[in-house]
């Protein structure tokens, strides 16, 4: 069985696109598995030096890393000066 050259090149470029896509769509489903999800009722931030973070523990008052104040988390993440608006 003969392959001529021009038939080899195809084939091998077939196999790399191929090869190329599979690992590309892995990645994608990678990323996705190992992504971030977070949501605002996670997310404290400081009232004195405006640092947002995540605690390690799920609590609803912890401290600051970066200044080390008390840091409250309230209804709706809202800081006491904003509070609700009311119509």
Request: one cysteine or more.
């Amino acid at each position: 069985m003969g392959v001529s050259f021009s038939e080899f090149f195809f084939l091998l470029l077939s196999v790399s696109l191929i090869y190329i896509a599979w690992l590309w769509i892995r990645e994608i489903r990678r990323v996705k598995r190992n992504s971030w999800q977070l949501s605002r009722r996670q997310l404290f931030q400081c009232n004195n030096c405006h640092l947002a973070f995540v605690p390690k523990e799920p609590v609803s008052l912890c401290r600051c890393p970066r200044c080390n104040t008390v840091c409250i988390r309230r209804r709706n993440n809202l800081s006491p000066a904003q509070g609700e608006i009311k119509h």
